[in-house]
Structures are given as C-alpha cells and as structure tokens.
C-alpha cells in the first residue's frame, strides 16, 4: 500500500490574513477610539505566538506506512515500528478536539502532536486500512 504522508505549514493565508485584521483593529482602536497605548500593547503582545509561527514557518506532519509512524513538529520528531503498536487510541475531548495516542505493545503511550495529525477521520481510515487497531474514546478528561 502508498504510504499516507500529511503536511502542515504554519505559514498560512489565514494566520496571514487573521493576525493583519487584529492589527488594523488594535490601530483603528488607538487611533480613532483613543485607546491607551499600554493596553493596545498589551493585546498585541497575546498575538507574539502567531506572528513567530508566520516568520518562522515550522512544519508538522505525520507519515503513516505499512511498517511504522513517523511525525515531527518544529524540533520534535519520532517514529515507531508497526511491530511495537498495540492501537491508535483517538481521545475527543471536552472542547471537541480529537487527540492521538499511540498504545505500545509494553503498554507505554505516545501522545502525538496536534499540530502534525490530519482530520481524525482521515487518520482512522488510514490506520485502519493498514490493519492498526484504532480505538475511539468520547470525551475523556485527560
């Protein structure tokens, strides 16, 4: 079987276009509304993480084959052997994200970055159709 490869950059036109809308509100706000500078600043400060990932531009993906799972994300990398997987666990939490654990055969877990995963249900059908057991999980706390 093709090897499932998916790639996220985080140089996108959205995070592009979002940080460029609060930018023009925060200097509307100071210019016409008379806001105080300290707290424009203040507000603009909570867009720092942003605007580092649309400078630096780190990709995350993740590579699905029949032997192993391979990700990264900026620094972080791994891989593991199909061999050593017991399941893929999706954990949906309470803010309706879906999280991916890897379960090793020695009962070890592997919780892989969010930032690299595809949708969950591209994941599970791919895992699956590479005979990976995927277990589903609603709503778990942690």
Same mark, same amino acid.
């Not at 630096?56 to 993906?61: E, K, N, S, Y």
């Given at each position: 079987?093709?090897p499932?490869?998916f790639e996220r #950059?985080a140089?996108?036109? !959205?995070?592009i276009a979002?940080?460029?809308?609060i930018?023009?509100a925060l200097l509307?706000a100071?210019?016409?509304?008379d806001a105080a500078p300290?707290?424009?600043?203040a507000?603009?400060?909570?867009?720092?993480p942003?605007?580092?990932d +649309?400078? =630096?531009a %780190? +990709? !995350?993906?993740l590579?699905?084959?029949?032997?192993? @799972?391979a990700?990264?994300?900026?620094?972080?990398?791994?891989? +593991?052997?199909?061999?050593? @997987?017991?399941?893929?666990?999706?954990d949906?939490r309470?803010? $309706?994200? +879906?999280r991916?654990?890897l379960v090793l055969?020695d009962g070890k877990? @592997? #919780?892989l970055p969010q930032?690299?995963l %595809?949708p969950?249900?591209?994941?599970?059908?791919?895992?699956?159709a590479?005979g990976?057991? =995927?277990?589903r999980?609603p709503f778990? %706390? $942690?």
């Amino acid at each position: 079987m093709t090897p499932y490869a998916f790639e996220r #950059h985080a140089r996108s036109g !959205a995070a592009i276009a979002t940080l460029a809308t609060i930018y023009a509100a925060l200097l509307a706000a100071l210019h016409w509304l008379d806001a105080a500078p300290w707290l424009i600043g203040a507000l603009a400060l909570t867009t720092l993480p942003a605007l580092r990932d +649309v400078i =630096v531009a %780190p +990709v !995350a993906g993740l590579r699905l084959t029949d032997d192993a @799972i391979a990700w990264h994300s900026g620094r972080r990398h791994g891989r +593991v052997e199909r061999s050593e @997987i017991a399941c893929l666990r999706l954990d949906r939490r309470w803010d $309706f994200s +879906v999280r991916a654990v890897l379960v090793l055969a020695d009962g070890k877990r @592997i #919780h892989l970055p969010q930032e690299s995963l %595809p949708p969950h249900q591209v994941l599970e059908a791919e895992a699956t159709a590479r005979g990976l057991r =995927v277990e589903r999980h609603p709503f778990s %706390p $942690f």
